[in-house]
């Protein structure tokens, strides 16, 4: 009888097959069964820890795993938290939103009426609270129950939301930070009004002498040329950008009101004249 190395058989048991190893879980799926299994937020969680790179996550990419989680409905708690987020984008209360974002509540959740966080931080001209949310995910882009998206809230023209016309001259800094976060220029409220309205409004309100302070009339002047800059850019008219810059330039050389206040006709001119450009291109 030939010697091996191997263990006898048992009596009587005809020798079987090696048993095979037990393949390695995927990476993640302990995580996925877990999900599956009720944990709403175990698919979520999965998704940024296979595709988080190193430093700050894309907005777009923490817009779309905030809709893959909303398709499996919030709970009782997570519900609560959403509408906090958009009370408290509501309220102007920059450390509540903070909060709340930090603990991962989505800021495209709507109400019954469509409306988000953003479109009510908008409304209100918080501009902090707007740079907030666009850079958890916020989609400037996203339309409520009227079709209005946050930029046209942040232009501020009649509204439900939004009614106090005396509150409009707050929003341009907000139309420039939603233009930058990726507002698309070319989603008009259902007048056709532009940033180059708000613009115009604005500038009459500063033509009429109402701002008392020397200061606050360059600092607003400034952000108009800053929202136009932003708007004209997006647009592809890098000429009438160029023109901006000089009239930002000679505006940082003023030092009296009448200075100021020079610039600030000019300004209005430009925005009339490229108004004028807008009516006669839609002809």
């Not at 095979?20 to 996925?32: D, F, M, S, T, V």
């Not at 409009?168 to 009004?193: E, F, K, M, S, Y």
Request: proline share 6%.
């Amino acid at each position: 009888m030939e010697g091996g190395g191997g263990a006898a058989a048992a009596p009587g048991a005809a020798p079987g097959p090696e048993p095979e190893p037990e393949p390695e879980p995927e990476p993640g799926a302990e995580l996925a069964l877990g999900a599956a299994a009720g944990a709403p937020l175990g698919y979520l969680h999965v998704l940024w820890q296979r595709e988080e790179p190193a430093g700050k996550i894309p907005a777009r990419r923490l817009r779309r795993a905030a809709r893959l989680h909303r398709r499996l409905g919030p709970t009782g708690k997570e519900s609560h938290a959403l509408k906090r987020l958009r009370e408290a984008a509501n309220s102007n209360d920059l450390d509540i939103v903070q909060q709340l974002l930090e603990d991962g509540t989505d800021p495209c959740a709507a109400d019954d009426k469509g409306r988000t966080a953003l479109h009510f931080a908008s409304c209100n001209g918080n501009d902090h609270i707007v740079q907030l949310l666009l850079d958890h995910g916020a989609d400037p882009n996203q339309r409520d129950g009227l079709g209005n998206t946050p930029l046209h809230l942040g232009e501020c023209h009649t509204d439900e939301l939004c009614v106090q016309r005396a509150a409009c001259t707050n929003h341009v800094p907000v139309i420039t930070t939603l233009l930058r976060g990726g507002a698309r220029v070319d989603a008009l409220d259902r007048a056709g009004r532009t940033p180059l309205h708000l613009a115009k409004s604005k500038l009459n309100i500063l033509q009429e002498g109402l701002s008392h302070s020397l200061e606050a009339v360059r600092l607003e002047v400034k952000q108009i040329i800053q929202m136009l800059r932003e708007y004209l850019e997006r647009l592809g008219r890098h000429e009438q950008k160029e023109q901006l810059d000089d009239l930002c330039s000679r505006l940082q050389m003023t030092s009296t009101k009448e200075q100021v206040d020079e610039v600030t006709d000019l300004l209005a001119s430009f925005t009339s004249l490229s108004l004028q450009m807008q009516k006669m291109e839609k002809r």
